[in-house]
């Protein structure tokens, strides 16, 4: 079965380290989005690409970045790991088609800036 | 820009109780409407949906119509149980563009 996956599922750092979080799906998506999800402020979207060598940055995209070598990966990199980027980071994919609209999401990334 | 307004948790009901979530959205075009729910611990799936106006989606007895006069998109179920308890996550999309979440309602169901 297609499916979406993130690691590491939890992670834990020190503030100023470089941190990359894997995200790889089998739908064979041409859209994929990182969010992150935090208490009151439900998900905001961080980036997100629309097929490969595309990336386009979302609400909170300050300090993160991503690349989109192939289809079925977009690694998010935190340049410098800060505390304000302590968070649960989650992952989607959709079809790239305006009729199905739905977004896959994975299992999450919890991280911790210390 | 679109934006989407659901009501604050968090909602306590007993198992049985009827449930309403509200969800109110402002957008421009025509937008698919969705309603993800998260169980504890783990990443978000979609509960149901709707993509046009006066439709209604429904799983699990759940249910959600498309009003555009309202421009809402309640999330109703007739008789909540436990296993039912989460957080619900109305949200919506255009065209191809990312989607765009409320900030969840907490429910917990109790016996």
């Known amino acids: 079965d297609a499916e979406i996956t993130q690691s590491p599922r939890h992670k834990i750092t020190e503030t100023g380290r470089q941190v990359t979080l894997a995200c790889h799906q089998t739908?064979?998506?041409?859209?994929m989005f990182w969010y992150r999800q935090d208490l009151g402020h439900g998900l905001r979207l961080i980036h997100y690409?629309?097929?490969?060598?595309?990336?386009n940055k979302g609400e909170v995209s300050d300090g993160y970045s991503v690349s989109r070598s192939n289809t079925e990966d977009l690694p998010l990199t935190l340049e410098s790991a800060a505390s304000s980027q302590t968070s649960v980071y989650f992952c989607?994919?959709?079809?790239?088609?305006?009729?199905?609209?739905?977004?896959?999401f994975g299992p999450g990334t919890r991280l911790l800036v210390l | 820009g679109n934006s989407v307004t659901q009501m604050e948790g968090p909602v306590t009901l007993s198992e049985e109780a009827f449930l309403t979530i509200n969800c109110t959205y402002t957008?421009?075009?025509?937008?698919?409407l969705f309603w993800y729910v998260q169980y504890p611990g783990e990443g978000l799936q979609l509960l149901l949906k709707?993509?046009?106006?006066?439709d209604k989606g429904s799983n699990k007895g759940f249910e959600a119509t498309y009003r555009k006069e309202t421009t809402s998109f309640h999330l109703e179920k007739g008789s909540v149980q436990v296993s039912d308890s989460a957080v619900y996550f109305c949200?919506?999309?255009?065209?191809?563009?990312?989607?765009?979440f409320g900030k969840g309602t907490r429910l917990s169901v109790i016996a």
């Open positions: 989607a994919s959709s079809e790239s088609s305006s009729r199905e609209r739905t977004q896959y």
């Open positions: 739908w064979n998506h041409n859209n």
């Open positions: 690409s629309y097929g490969v060598q595309d990336t």
């Open positions: 957008a421009t075009g025509y937008p698919s």
């Open positions: 709707a993509t046009k106006a006066d």
């Open positions: 949200a919506l999309n255009s065209g191809n563009t990312p989607l765009v």
